[in-house]
Each structure stands twice: as C-alpha cells, then as structure tokens.
C-alpha cells in the first residue's frame, strides 16, 4: 500500500495534505510530519482525521530515517523550511525513498541559496535507484513547467524569459509576509541578480523596477529580484541569452522592509539582548502575523507566469503563459491563501505523477527536466488553470 510521508505543516503543509486527501487512490495513507504537533492536529481535524500525525524534528537526519521506516513511506514530501532540504535528502538515500521538495536549501546562518549541495547529491539518488525532484512549487516549479511547456510546443529556440510572479492580495495588515517571514524577508531584501549572454549581473536589492500589466489584476511595480529557479533554467534551455525574474510589491511593503533593515531587524546574526543571544529576523518572525493565519483575511488575486521570446520555423515570436489564482477561492477550498495554495497544489502534482511513474528517473532533477504536458493537464483539473497569449 502506498504511504505518502508529508514533512512541515505549515502554510504551504496544510494545501499538501488537503489535496492529497483529494486524490487519495494515489496517495493511499497520508502521514503529516512536523516539528510540533499543534499545527498538525488543526490540519487532521479540518480533514475529519483523514490523515495520520506525528512529531519528527527533521534537523536531525536519523530521525527522519525512523520515521520514514516507521511509515514504510513510498515518497517524502518535504515542505518545511529549506533549511531542511539536505538532511531529509540524507534519509531519503539511506532508505532509498523518493523524495521532493519546493524550495532550495538554505543555510541558517547564510542568507544564500543555490542547488550545488542538492545537485551533488544526484549521484548518491542514482545509487539508491530513486527520485529526487527540487522545486515543485509555483516558482520554482510552474514556472520551470511553463518554460519547458513553452520550449516543447511554441518555440524552435527560446531567447529571453521573464519570470512575472504578482500577489496582488490584501490581508488588510499594514505589514506581513505570505509565506515564511524569515525566507521571504531573506529572499527580498538580498541583492538582485539576472543572467544575461553566459554572465550573472548584480543589482542592489529592489534596483529595477518595471511596471507590468497583470491579466485580471492590473499595472503593478514589479521588481527584479534574484529567485532560484533560474540556476537550473540557464542550464536546461537551450540557446538561452537572458532572463529575469519579477515580483510585484506595494509602497507600504517596501517602506516597513526598509526601515526593519535599517534598525537591524533583518539580521541573521545573533545579538545580545539583555543577557540572551537573539536572532532579529527570527524575533521579527515572532512579532508579525503567523502567514497561515491570513488565509481568512486575504482578498484579491495572484497571477505568476513568464513571458518567453524567441524563433519559431524562422519568425520571432512572444508567449505570455500565465495563471490566476482568487485568494478567497483558495480559502473556501482548503482553509489557504493564494500563495500558499499555489505552492501547495504544484507539490502535490508533482508528488502525483512520481508515485504513478509518469515522472520518472534516477537522480535528483529539476522540474523543467520532466516532460511539461502531464503536469500541464493536472493544473487545469486540480485548481490552478492557466492560460497563453501570443503577445
Ligand atoms: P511555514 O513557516 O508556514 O511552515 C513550515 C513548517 O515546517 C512549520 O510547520 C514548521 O514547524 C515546520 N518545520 C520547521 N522546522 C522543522 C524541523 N526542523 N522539523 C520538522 N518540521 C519543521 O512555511 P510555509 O508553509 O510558508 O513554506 C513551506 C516551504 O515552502 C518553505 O520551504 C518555503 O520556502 C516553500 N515555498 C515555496 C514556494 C514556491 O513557489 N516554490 C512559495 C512559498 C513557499 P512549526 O509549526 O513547529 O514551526
């Protein structure tokens, strides 16, 4: 019987479990896993007990080994922090289980993120004869889906992306994060970097902006950020010269992260206060809203796509493949908001078409390395239809 191990029960958690729950003739029992068990009762109970608990600190490599043969787990779904990403790949290989993930590692004490420690992991996936698949979110992961979608049925040779990603939600708080406060904060407030003709170009974080016409949301800023999906996007499309990835944010979001970076708020060192050694961003974390708790409040729309430029039997041409997600859509359904919900439902996707071998493969893959049409089709009939435009 198959038994699906979700690890993190989070925002991002909480979409996973419900959407398995509704697919349950392929993910068979469903065991949520994280490191406290209050978040994962909330989730059983709004699922009439569907699903099986239990506590597990993933930091810890043989925990998760015990906890993996306890459950007998087909897959590893892992959406806690990318703070965990290598040590539930170590158990993974131990016990040889197929494993996927939405974001990519992170050091606690190193705001950077990069696939080198997951990659070099590929051949030890290869000895164990499994599967690893990063970034099965929506950026990464639709996103990574799009460009391949893209590559495969509209273009000969893709010259330039850009990633578009715009949350135009409104929680009515005057400052929170939708996901994470501590990897969003991390993520935004970092230099930016795109890739152009072979080479990485640095900007100052938030440096460039451009005004971008959203389908059903409208005009929004939209500023370069460096995001990971491109590392790997650089490598698997082929005849690529430039691309870029976008996120909107409103004045009152760039005004309260400027001034928290500017008293020090966003620091990733520990400090002391008043004889105890405290992490500012991690005190910040405690201070705002918890980000699963806004799904109640949040109205509006996201809309993340990528605009892709390039030939096609001789002649230029421009796509615009996009998906718009209502916020209070995603709360009548699974309990979410929009950001959560269209991380969630890609995880589950992707968990999907592991277990019925449709994606298949050993080694530790990106998304755009898989064939793009059945992941496709599963967004059009799991809640996140999407849509193309010749611009
Ligand atoms: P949350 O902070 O809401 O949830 C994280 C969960 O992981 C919490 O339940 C937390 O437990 C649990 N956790 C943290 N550390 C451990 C540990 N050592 N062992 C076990 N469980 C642990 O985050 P989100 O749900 O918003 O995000 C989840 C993941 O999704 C993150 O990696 C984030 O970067 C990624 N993401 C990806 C996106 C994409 O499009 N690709 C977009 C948005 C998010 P506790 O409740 O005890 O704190």
């Avoid at 615009?320 to 209502?326: A, G, L, P, S, W």
């Avoid at 893959?365 to 967004?379: I, L, T, W």
Wanted: with cysteine; proline share 4%; net charge negative.
């Amino acid at each position: 019987m198959t038994t699906t191990l979700i690890i993190g029960a989070g925002g991002v958690g909480r979409v996973v479990a419900h959407k398995c729950v509704m697919n349950k003739d392929v993910f068979g029992r469903i065991v949520l896993a994280s490191r406290s068990i209050g978040r994962c009762e909330t989730i059983k109970d709004e699922l009439n007990g569907a699903i099986d608990i239990t506590t597990v600190d993933a930091d810890k490599t043989e925990e998760v080994i015990k906890l993996i043969n306890e459950t007998n787990a087909s897959i590893v779904i892992n959406v806690a922090l990318p703070y965990q990403d290598l040590t539930i790949m170590d158990a993974c290989i131990a016990t040889k289980t197929p494993y996927l993930d939405t974001a990519n590692y992170e050091h606690p004490d190193e705001a950077k993120f990069e696939y080198k420690l997951q990659w070099e992991r590929d051949t030890k996936f290869k000895e164990a004869g499994i599967m690893g698949l990063l970034g099965s979110g929506f950026d990464p992961g639709a996103t990574n889906v799009f460009c391949a979608y893209a590559q495969k049925h509209y273009f000969d040779e893709i010259h330039t992306i850009d990633i578009l990603d715009c949350n135009a939600g409104d929680h009515g708080y005057a400052f929170a994060t939708n996901f994470n406060p501590e990897i969003n904060l991390r993520e935004v407030s970092a230099n930016g970097r795109y890739w152009e003709n072979g080479e990485w170009i640095e900007t100052k974080p938030l440096e460039i902006m451009q005004v971008w016409d959203y389908p059903e949301v409208g005009p929004k800023d939209s500023y370069l950020l460096y995001h990971e999906e491109m590392e790997s996007l650089v490598q698997n499309i082929k005849g690529l010269k430039r691309i870029r990835f976008f996120m909107t944010f409103g004045q009152s979001y760039i005004k309260h992260m400027e001034v928290l970076q500017n008293v020090g708020m966003l620091g990733i060192e520990p400090i002391e206060h008043q004889g105890q050694q405290i992490i500012p961003i991690e005190f910040l974390k405690t201070l705002l809203p918890d980000p699963a708790s806004l799904g109640a409040r949040t109205k509006g729309k996201t809309n993340i796509g990528i605009v892709a430029e390039g030939i096609k039997d001789g002649k230029p041409r421009k796509i615009y493949i996009y998906q718009v997600k209502d916020h209070e859509e995603c709360y009548a359904e699974v309990k979410s908001q929009g950001v959560s919900y269209t991380t969630g439902v890609p995880a589950m996707i992707g968990a999907k078409l592991m277990l019925q071998g449709i994606w298949s493969g050993q080694g530790v893959f990106n998304m755009e390395q898989m064939d793009p049409d059945a992941f496709m089709d599963e967004m059009n009939t799991q809640g996140l239809p999407w849509q193309v435009k010749e611009l």
